[in-house]
């Protein structure tokens, strides 16, 4: 018997000797992609060329150098085309320079020449370079292109003299090339060479030179020479260049620096060009410091009001305090959009020492509706106490601004002040307190709130306190809370308060709420019933069922019919209820329904039950002509989701529906399901 | 190649005062509110590059607007040229009541940027041409509304976000959830620290794709310039099933799903976190990629980022789990953001938001705190900037950088390996291997 010690050697051999097979295997396998290699074609699997690359991808260098000499060796091969490409592919990723050589005489081949660029042009050594410097010599005019784009993008510097010579010669697309590649590479005698053709180029090549001209001088001033590529940028702005090559050499002046910066832009943004003006603003957001603050800001009153109010826009947005006064001073200003433009930044800089103004400009004229945007994005701290304090006693219409104010800028703080305000003598004070407490209000003002609509200021205001309650009821988290404070007030209500205050109560959606609803349903007075009926109609939870469908199969009135009935129908489509009660309540509702309208309701809620039985409900209702294309869209919605089930109901509804369905999308669906279903 | 050279009224009087007319100008508010479709002079003139699917649709919405003249429309594809040129006839010829033929077609876009009228161009060329694209737009003075992804590798979007910057341009990304309340609510929320602090993003994006059905080349169809629509990319043989709809299942054109509608959903988790993510990151990516003659992009994806500043980002092939969903929309795909306070979830697209606590949504941000740029509508957002000279809600820089982030996930996933990203720098750490697929070499004669 071997010993465990044995045992455990002979397994390990077993194990060594199946991942060595396991290995040979998978050479096996590369070995047998690399001689089938040759013979790819385009259309064919690239599983085995797959494997070659994930082979090259996973090898340590010395394989994947063996590697990629192997498939070198194919470019110079009787190998197709295709091969070929996918090889130089491989080489671009993984080839080193020990296959420049090979790749280096398909520079000038008709069919590889792009190719083997592809490869050359990454490949990170001095050969490769080289080799496509020496091919200019002998390629032709389009690989010749080729060659200076791929030097370009290595930055040959000894292909310099080669290029500006290209750059000079008759050949258009080849003197473009060599345009792109100089200001890639850079250097004295590319910017020599870009200047001098500058002045002689046409057309294309002279929109090309130019533009390579400005990326040289990038490339100065990112070398920290910032003087000498000023001086570049000044050349480039000149008035009869196109605008757009002004606005790249503005752009290079203005991050240059230097003495001639500001003269200029106080040229620009006093002048009458208001493109050149946004550019320059622009330019200065991106690259100057805060001192700019103040240039601007001495610059202001000097400009044409156009001017000004693109200087006023950018100020706001640079966000610097500093230019609070020269702003504060613009909203005088005679000139509409100037005004407007300063009350805009005022908003963005101000503090509580610009509310009288916007407050002012708020109540009322042109700019009113910028002062209210402005009131709403004043930044400072100190604006919302100063905002609470003016609209305790301002004169009203200062207050109610600075209480709608209050509510667009959520300031909750404000609440119990807005509370009061909702009680104020002026009627557009209450309405917009009432607002902002629609918007702020928590559980805590719900008691002040229930109070205002019994009682509130002017009966007129009752309409929107009752909104603000359910608004705030239906947010709070502490619904038992609320229904309780709703409820205390409730029973000695007055009718009309009654009625308001029970519309409320499927905010707060509780048992007792939904108690007092019910008994409200069978009060003697007809606003407090329609109140509770339609209250009931909008409750949040199938509680109110029963009672609704009970409504719906007895009352007399017909509003309350349908408003019972509807609001049961949409309580049958929630979600906590399981199917068969949904169906149950769907088949109680078509029974107590009169008219299409609700019909229609019940079809479609039906159609977003998965249930072969839905599909049955609704299969009757495809032969009535006032329901056939809610039956319709139902039936398909319904046979959709079936998986499967029920494969005779969906034959027998489907082919209904292709009877009768004139929309073409539905009948393409219910094609489908109906051959699905085996129709 | 020849290259028409169009005089209009335009480049008349150009010639006689060029630095008064030249370009886009601020049109006042008087010119825009009146309810007469303001004067030809006073439209801005926009022309489409790729006229396909996403920029036929544009070029259609273009149409709704008054201040706008659809002056031409580009594509390789000359019967797309032709359905939409007569698209755009049909209508302002029932505007203005007599048969209007004045939208021209062209198949070079060269042409079109030549043209002095025309003041911005709509790019819905395939992703490998965006980059490429804005570059020549921006430097032939043209304002640009360029499609997500703007850039099919991360130095050729870093070339088009520069040229936008050095010409002024105002440009907007087409990444038309930035122009949605919801995303930019739910950025509010992240940024004024009402999920507490956050120490993981979850980008969900699902997506099957099918075989190609590729079996080898095929013709190339009657007026379609296939040498063209390849540009700066590799020549291959021709497949219907390359080009239109389907190139974004190829790398050589498109990252797939991860920059397709990961350039939506990326967007706005980059756009919510944005002051959280400080990097430099550690990236591990696993992705599965199509076998197929065809296609190649990663179909299943797994990459997870962590940040510097702590936070961990992951973007997976996977659903969102049904309990973080919005029951009504019932969107798989979207970004959730979890912190220490809770957790939010934003379908993508359409915005569904889903919170816990669920009163998070009820959250107001008050005037103090951080707003996000707000666009009532995405294409009026750019058409105004263009007036304004204004920023756009997606500017380039933005473009980029979430096209930048979706490119690192489609690398990490094809290196398997850990990667290091500085996002400063916009390159990989000691990794000369990851950073020579920041870009690819560009087809003859194609550069940037």
Not at chain 1, 101 to 129: C, F, G, K, N, T
Not at chain 1, 271 to 287: I, P, Y
Not at chain 1, 666 to 679: D, P, R, V, W, Y
Request: with cysteine.
């Amino acid at each position: 018997m071997p010993s465990t010690r044995t045992r455990i050697l002979a397994g390990l051999v077993v194990c060594v000797l199946a991942a060595a097979a396991v290995s040979w295997a998978a050479e096996a396998d590369v070995e047998q992609a690399m001689k089938d290699l040759p013979k790819y074609e385009f259309g064919q699997s690239r599983a085995q060329l797959t494997l070659i690359q994930e082979t090259l991808r996973a090898a340590e260098p010395a394989k994947r150098t063996d590697l990629c000499n192997r498939l070198a060796a194919l470019l110079s091969s009787g190998a197709t085309d295709a091969a070929k490409r996918w090889v130089c592919r491989q080489l671009s990723i993984f080839g080193t320079e020990a296959q420049v050589p090979q790749l280096a005489p398909l520079l000038v081949d008709e069919q590889l020449s792009d190719m083997a660029r592809y490869a050359l042009e990454r490949i990170e050594h001095p050969s490769a370079v080289e080799a496509m410097r020496k091919a200019l010599a002998s390629a032709k005019p389009g690989q010749k292109i080729g060659l200076i784009n791929s030097l370009g993008v290595r930055r040959d510097e000894k292909a310099v003299d080669d290029l500006v010579k290209a750059l000079q010669g008759g050949d258009q697309p080849t003197a473009t090339a060599a345009a792109r590649a100089l200001a890639k590479i850079g250097g004295p005698k590319a910017v020599e060479a870009l200047a001098d053709m500058r002045t002689k180029a046409e057309g294309d090549l002279l929109a090309v030179v130019r533009d390579a001209y400005l990326q040289c001088a990038d490339g100065l001033l990112a070398a920290g020479k910032a003087a000498q590529a000023a001086e570049m940028y000044q050349q480039m702005y000149k008035p009869d260049l196109p605008k757009h090559v002004r606005t790249a050499a503005l752009r290079g002046i203005v991050a240059a620096g230097g003495e001639k910066t500001m003269p200029l832009l106080t040229e620009i943004l006093t002048g009458n060009d208001t493109e050149m003006q946004a550019s320059a603003l622009r330019f200065l957001r991106e690259v100057a410091g805060p001192e700019i603050t103040k240039a601007l800001t001495d610059l202001l009153p000097k400009l044409p009001p156009e001017t000004q109010a693109m200087m006023l826009a950018d100020l706001g947005a640079r966000g610097d305090p500093a230019a609070l006064p020269a702003v504060a001073k613009a909203v005088a200003s005679d000139n509409e959009a100037v005004k407007k433009a300063a009350v805009l930044a005022l908003g963005q800089l101000g503090d509580a020492s610009t509310l009288p103004a916007l407050t002012a400009l708020a109540a009322g004229g042109p700019c009113a509706d910028e002062a209210r945007q402005a009131l709403d994005t004043l930044p400072a701290a100190n604006v919302n106490p100063a905002m609470i304090e003016q609209a305790k006693s301002a004169e009203p219409n200062v207050r109610k601004e600075v209480i709608r104010s209050l509510g667009a800028r959520g300031v909750t703080a404000a609440v119990p002040v807005l509370v009061q305000a909702a009680r104020a003598d002026d009627k557009a004070v209450r309405q917009e307190a009432f607002r902002s407490l629609e918007k702020l209000a928590g559980s805590q003002a719900v008691p002040e709130l229930v109070a205002l609509v019994v009682n509130p200021k002017d009966a007129e205001d009752r309409p929107a306190a009752q909104r603000a309650l359910a608004t705030v009821a239906g947010r709070c988290p502490e619904k038992e809370a609320c229904a309780s404070a709703m409820l205390a007030a409730l029973d000695a209500a007055p009718a009309d308060a009654k009625a308001a205050l029970l519309q409320t109560l499927p905010a707060a959606g509780t048992d007792k709420a939904l108690a007092a609803l019910k008994k409200c349903v069978g009060s003697d007075d007809e606003k407090v019933r329609d109140a509770a009926i339609r209250s009931l109609a909008d409750w949040p939870d199938p509680a109110a069922a029963p009672d609704l469908l009970a409504i719906a199969q007895t009352v007399e009135k017909t509003a309350h019919q349908v408003l019972a009935l509807r609001g049961y129908i949409r309580l049958a489509g929630s979600e906590s209820l399981k199917a068969d009660q949904r169906l149950q309540m769907y088949k109680d509702a078509m029974a107590a329904a009169k008219r299409p309208d609700e019909k229609k309701q019940v079809l479609g809620g039906l159609g977003g039950v998965k249930a072969v039985a839905a599909l049955e409900m609704v299969i009757p209702a495809l032969d009535d002509a006032a329901l056939q294309k809610e039956a319709c869209a139902a039936a398909v919605a319904i046979a959709k989701n079936l998986g499967g089930q029920g494969k005779p109901v969906i034959v027998e509804a489907m082919k209904k529906v292709l009877a009768i369905s004139k929309d073409k999308r539905l009948n393409g669906e219910a094609q489908t399901l109906l051959k699905k279903a085996g129709g | 190649m020849s290259r028409r050279t169009r005089l209009t009224r335009r480049r008349l009087l150009q010639g006689a005062a060029a630095a008064a007319l030249a370009g886009p100008y601020i049109v006042s508010a008087d010119a825009l509110g009146l309810a007469a479709r303001p004067s030809a002079s006073n439209r801005l003139g926009i022309a489409g590059i790729g006229v396909g699917g996403r920029g036929g649709g544009h070029m259609r919405s273009l149409l709704q607007d008054d201040d706008v003249q659809v002056l031409a429309v580009c594509d390789v594809d000359r019967g797309r040229a032709v359905a939409n040129k007569n698209v755009i006839e049909k209508h302002y010829s029932g505007v203005q009541g007599t048969t209007y033929a004045g939208c021209d077609t062209y198949k070079d876009f060269r042409e079109v940027l030549d043209r002095p009228d025309v003041d911005a161009v709509v790019i819905g060329a395939p992703d490998h041409w965006h980059s490429l694209l804005t570059v020549y737009a921006a430097r032939a003075g043209k304002d640009i509304y360029c499609e997500k992804p703007v850039s099919n590798t991360i130095l050729e979007g870093r070339k088009a976000a520069d040229a936008v910057k050095r010409y002024g341009r105002v440009f907007q990304t087409g990444s038309q959830e930035r122009s949605r309340d919801n995303c930019r609510y739910a950025g509010e929320l992240v940024q004024n620290g009402y999920l507490g602090k956050v120490h993981t993003i979850r980008v969900f994006l699902p997506k099957k794709v099918g075989p190609s059905g590729c079996k080898g080349p095929e013709p190339i169809p009657e007026g379609f310039d296939y040498d063209m629509w390849l540009g700066p990319r590799p020549w291959e043989p021709y497949h219907p099933r390359r080009c239109h709809g389907t190139f974004r299942w190829i790398r050589d054109y498109s990252d797939g799903e991860l920059t397709d509608r990961g350039a939506h959903t990326n967007d706005i988790a980059l756009l919510a976190a944005e002051p959280l993510l400080k990097g430099p990151a550690t990236i591990i990516g696993k992705g599965r990629f199509i076998d197929d003659p065809l296609f190649d992009v990663a179909t299943e994806y797994n990459v997870e980022f962590q940040y510097a500043s702590g936070i961990r980002y992951i973007v997976s092939s996977e659903q969102a789990p049904p309990d973080v969903i919005c029951s009504i929309t019932g969107d798989r795909r979207g970004i959730k953001f979890e912190g220490d306070r809770g957790w939010l979830f934003v379908a993508i697209h359409g915005g569904a938001l889903k919170a816990d606590p669920p009163d998070l949504l009820k959250t107001k941000i008050g005037p103090g705190e951080i707003h996000l740029g707000r666009s009532p509508d995405h294409r009026r957002n750019w058409l105004d900037a263009i007036k304004t000279r204004g920023p756009t809600v997606a500017p380039a820089e933005d473009g980029h950088r979430t096209a930048t982030f979706c490119h690192l996930t489609d690398i990490a996933c094809w290196l398997d390996r850990k990667l290091v990203w500085d996002f400063d720098k916009e390159e990989f750490v000691n990794d000369p291997g990851a950073n020579a697929m920041r870009d690819r070499p560009a087809r003859s004669p194609w550069n940037f």
